[in-house]
């Protein structure tokens, strides 16, 4: 009897992981949690984990800046006078973060306990949008959102956030930059289908090519040594750049309104999230060798993701709203109370 038991059980486990394994076939993420978080009528931004952590800091605007534990699936605290957050840059190498606010202020604060160091006024035409760490210079620069005729870059000292200097370039918007480590900056102008590349030291240009689109996210890639970037507007679409003659030598579409990006070292996949509500998974064949896998549907304004460098998983948020035409016939946005949510997808 006993040796039947174990029979039968072993036969039960093997069956339901084959069952398990049948139903992910085919299946490029599914949802694995979610978490409702207390909120108000408040927009979001960007959303980043700090390395080495659990910990995924979510910026919420009038809800302020959100610390979430994804391991735990709950949140953690909201940091005090984070009001107007946008675009954390999390430096655990100096213990410091730093927080982009819709009212032009940069918000340093404390990785450890989490408190306010300090709220730096910077700008004062409007929001700064987000931030990038140079390794090269131990600088961080911040950049601000769209503008009417320039942008500009504040440059501080990454260890202690003393502002070192500022810098105009004649672009309406400049979005988030992408680093080598090794002295180049390569900065996407939107609205004006450039990439920048930039001496990391001066911020001078050393040269500038065409994008395809209106670039809006670029990332480098180590391994390949190239940069990965994807495109807003009509014309939505992924590339890639050979940063040695700025030649773009791979493109493919993706879902409109991208707003994260995420690569995926391990399984070797590009992956882009877009306000329309799905994410177009890209499979890495080479350096500049690229297939559609599929697009997986997540939920509407789930456009910002990131994922998570330990196990590939993808991290969205989102909230529920009504819309309605106001007196003049524009659109008006509500978002609803205590709906704001966080899904977790799980690589398969």
């Not at 340093?108 to 140079?134: C, F, M, W, Y």
């Not at 994410?279 to 998570?308: C, F, H, N, W």
Request: charged share 25%; net charge positive; glycine share 8%.
């Amino acid at each position: 009897m006993r040796l039947r038991s174990l029979v039968l059980a072993g036969a039960v486990a093997f069956g339901a992981t084959a069952a398990a394994q049948a139903g992910d076939a085919g299946l490029l993420y599914k949802l694995e949690a979610t978490a409702t978080l207390p909120s108000t009528d408040s927009g979001w931004d960007y959303i980043k984990m700090q390395p080495g952590t659990s910990r995924l800091f979510l910026a919420r605007d009038v809800d302020g800046l959100t610390v979430f534990d994804v391991d735990q699936n709950k949140a953690l605290s909201t940091v005090e006078n984070s009001k107007g957050a946008n675009g954390p840059l999390l430096l655990p190498q100096y213990n410091r973060g730093y927080i982009a606010n819709t009212d032009g202020s940069l918000l340093s604060i404390d990785l450890q306990t989490l408190k306010p160091i300090e709220r730096l006024a910077l700008d004062k035409d409007g929001g700064l949008n987000s931030g990038v760490h140079d390794p090269a210079t131990k600088q961080v620069h911040f950049i601000t959102g769209t503008r009417k005729e320039q942008s500009t870059w504040y440059t501080l000292d990454a260890a202690t956030g003393k502002l070192l200097k500022t810098t105009s370039f004649p672009f309406r918007k400049m979005d988030d930059p992408a680093v080598d480590g090794a002295g180049n900056i390569y900065a996407p102008a939107r609205k004006d289908n450039l990439i920048l590349k930039l001496d990391s030291k001066t911020l001078k240009e050393s040269a500038r090519w065409q994008a395809p689109c209106n670039v809006s996210k670029t990332r480098w890639q180590a391994s390949t040594k190239r940069i990965i970037a994807a495109c807003v507007g009509e014309n939505p679409q992924f590339f890639v750049v050979d940063p040695s003659n700025g030649k773009v030598t791979a493109t493919l579409p993706i879902g409109k309104s991208i707003d994260g990006i995420g690569i995926d070292e391990k399984r070797k996949r590009i992956v882009t999230s877009s306000n329309d509500g799905f994410i177009t998974v890209i499979q890495q064949k080479g350096a500049d060798q690229y297939e559609l896998l599929g697009r997986v549907t997540t939920r509407p304004e789930a456009r910002m993701s990131y994922m998570d460098e330990r196990n590939g998983n993808l991290y969205f948020v989102t909230a529920d709203s009504t819309t309605t035409p106001d007196a003049n016939g524009k659109e008006k946005q509500v978002y609803h109370p205590n709906s704001f949510v966080v899904l977790t997808y799980k690589a398969l």
